[in-house]
């Protein structure tokens, strides 16, 4: 199964209910610790933080496994534009304000609460994949973390 | 003092680099059927295009992802590719102005016709990119673009009555025999003609190949903040002598000898030639920069390997990719289409193009993940969002006006 | 640098990995990210509510499926094994070299047969006239 199998799928509750689209995949990255820089980091500090590009201040973690944590779930299909609605971004206005009311109501299904992943083969269903979720489910908030933390 | 130098260089080569067929073309019409009266719309665009340049650099700098990498990994395939799409066709076109701009150039310094230079100015296009060093020819081409300043030489040579030219330009007085529709057509095209996309795709792409440190950021700021301004200048020259020449006359643009035709009254030979290599140099820079666009657009939608510092073999389809878009370029010219033509609907078009590029440069901006603590300042987003409201006005009044006024006429 | 090592990143698919751009380790593009492999634990097949992860990014030629819908065999996509990632920022950065992955071949197809064969190609054009 690949994340663009779940992603547009529709999401049914327990008793069939629709509850939305699953408009994104969240992952837990396991952040390793460098003990050497990689190509953007210099060796004497002072003097090279002064001529290197300025995107190796960018952050880039180096990453160990990727977890599947949850699922996230909001009204319409095809993901938000810039995830505004998870992110605490306010500017430019006023496209975040208008993206977050578009999709409010987005929340986050944990993974162990998805009971199955089914693709439609009854008569009349397009094909399309369904999520099914568990009976007693949370809703949990949506946001992410922010960068810095 | 070699500092000096380097920064002058810059400054000159972006000012020389500012004009190419489209503000040649756009400017000399304008002026002759408007007079000055369309003059804010070049200070709204080159304000715009310094706020746009170099936010794009930064952005570019500072996240190490061009511009169209941006408009990939922010709208998602579907719509990215619309983008992508319509983006890459518009540069077409406007490299199709710009090769046509050349051929028409050489051809005004001959007389051999147009249409057997544009094969030679295509070839002379992808020689370029494909064996001499890059920084050279943009030098070169920057400071050659400069001789377009016998505009503003012929301008006081032809010692116009400078309270009449203000008078038409604040606050603005189009001439009575014009139609509102085409006034405010005309206030898009300038405004497209000023605010080219391709120098934004080549801009960014540069900041991300040359892995731009903070000095570097700050001296394109300075290039920028300086030379766009200047290049301003000269565009409102090429609109002024054609206000003072054309207009009065009754005079049309509709081929490059027009645009000349007062450089030609007021300093004569001389100067003629040396504003017709300063439109050589100036369209021939631009066709590099939209070329590379070309490639630049491609490959970085699709995530190739893509760089003007980069050996051919190993960015091989972005090259096939210049190759094919200046084949096309080439091919559509010879159909004997004209060449003025193509590049007034591409200035036009242009300006229907900017939000798609503008947008996602402007969300990317604001955006910690991407840049850090370099996000867009206070002062810069509130410019930002007013612009944000210019572009997509203008984009969504372009094809109603030109259908409205059948592109002009 | 303080030492982050155990500590986790939550990133969301779609948001920050999904065409983004993937780098090797010199820097220069292979692709971009089409979709991402999952795979249940010890690489099996991935269960409903049961512990999944990912297992390879799949660069390349899925963005026509991805546009116009349907699926490509998995035999054919192009993969990168997730343990191949070394760092995730705007971009995913790759610690194999480009030149032994699978994801290359249009590129190299296209440079030994079109660009090599045009006189100049293989020159630096930063190294001088």
Not at chain 2, 234 to 247: H, K, N, Q
Not at chain 2, 256 to 277: D, E, F, K, M, N
Not at chain 2, 332 to 352: G, R, W
Request: aromatic share 6%; glycine share 12%; net charge negative.
């Amino acid at each position: 199964m690949n994340v663009g199998d779940l992603l547009d799928a529709r999401v049914l509750g327990p008793d069939g209910a629709p509850l939305g689209v699953v408009v994104d995949v969240r992952l837990s990255l396991e952040v390793v610790d460098e003990a050497e820089g990689g190509p953007g980091a210099g060796e004497d500090r002072e003097e090279a933080e002064h001529d290197a590009p300025l995107s190796a201040q960018a952050r880039r973690d180096a990453v160990g496994g990727a977890r599947l944590v949850g699922l996230l779930v909001g009204p319409r299909g095809a993901g938000s534009f810039h995830g505004y609605e998870r992110t605490g971004i306010r500017s430019p206005w006023p496209i975040p304000q208008l993206v977050r009311r578009r999709h409010r109501g987005t929340f986050l299904v944990r993974w162990e609460d998805v009971a199955a992943v089914e693709t439609g083969t009854a008569v009349g269903d397009d094909g399309a994949r369904r999520v099914r979720l568990a009976r007693g489910y949370t809703q949990l908030p949506a946001e992410l973390p922010s960068a810095s933390g | 003092m070699k500092k000096l130098l380097a920064a002058a260089l810059g400054i000159l080569t972006a000012v020389g680099g500012f004009v190419d067929i489209g503000d040649l073309v756009t400017n000399a019409v304008v002026g002759s059927r408007f007079g000055m009266s369309l003059a804010w719309v070049v200070v709204l665009g080159v304000v715009g295009i310094v706020l746009f340049a170099s936010m794009a650099g930064r952005v570019a700098a500072v996240s190490g992802r061009a511009t169209f990498e941006i408009v990939r990994e922010r709208l998602g395939p579907r719509a990215a590719g619309a983008n992508l799409l319509a983006s890459f066709a518009i540069n077409l076109l406007t490299l199709t102005a710009e090769v046509g701009g050349i051929a028409l150039a050489l051809h005004l310094a001959s007389s051999v016709e147009p249409r057997l230079w544009i094969p030679v100015a295509a070839l002379a296009v992808w020689l370029v990119l494909w064996r001499v060093k890059f920084q050279v020819m943009e030098n070169v081409a920057g400071l050659m673009g400069l001789l377009l300043v016998g505009f503003a030489i012929a301008l006081f040579q032809l010692g116009p009555d400078w309270g009449e030219l203000l008078r038409q330009a604040v606050p603005p007085s189009p001439p009575g025999a014009e139609h509102p529709a085409s006034y405010w057509y005309y206030a898009v095209a300038l405004f497209g003609a000023a605010m080219t996309p391709y120098e934004v795709f080549f801009f960014s792409s540069g900041a991300v190949e040359e892995r731009w440190t903070a000095k570097d950021l700050g001296t394109n700021r300075v290039n920028v903040l300086l030379g766009f301004p200047l290049g301003g200048l000269l565009s409102l020259s090429i609109a002024a002598c054609a206000a003072v020449v054309l207009l009065p006359a009754g005079i049309e643009v509709s081929s490059l000898s027009q645009v000349v035709l007062p450089v030609a009254q007021a300093g004569g030979v001389l100067l003629l030639a040396v504003v017709i290599l300063g439109i050589v140099a100036a369209t021939f820079g631009a066709a590099l920069e939209t070329a590379l666009s070309s490639g630049y657009t491609l490959a970085q939608y699709l995530g190739w390997s893509w760089g003007k510092f980069r050996r051919p073999a190993r960015a091989a389809r972005f090259h096939l990719t210049m190759i094919v878009a200046l084949l096309l370029a080439v091919g559509i010219l010879m159909t004997s289409v004209d060449p003025v033509a193509v590049t007034e609907m591409s200035v036009v078009f242009s300006a229907v193009a900017l939000p798609l590029t503008y947008v996602p440069i402007l969300v990317v901006a604001n955006d910690p993940e991407y840049m850090g603590e370099h996000v867009n300042g206070r002062v810069v987003n509130a410019l930002g969002t007013v612009y944000l409201v210019i572009v997509v006005v203008a984009a969504v009044a372009a094809i109603p006006l030109m259908i409205a006024t059948g592109a002009g006429s | 640098m303080t030492d982050r090592r155990g500590e986790r990143r939550l990133v969301d698919a779609r948001l920050h990995l999904l065409s983004r751009q993937v780098l090797d380790p010199d820097g220069e593009p292979v692709g971009a990210v089409d979709d991402l492999a999952l795979a249940g634990p010890d690489g099996g097949e991935v269960e409903a509510g049961r512990e999944a992860h990912v297992d390879a990014i799949l660069v390349g030629p899925v963005l026509a499926t991805r546009l116009f819908g349907g699926r490509v065999p998995d035999s054919r996509l192009p993969r990168i094994a997730w343990d191949d990632v070394g760092h995730v920022g705007t971009a995913v950065e790759l610690t194999v070299p480009s030149d032994r992955l699978d994801a290359v071949w249009v590129e190299r197809w296209v440079r030994d047969r079109l660009i090599a064969r045009i006189p100049g190609g293989r020159h630096d054009p930063e190294a001088g006239a």
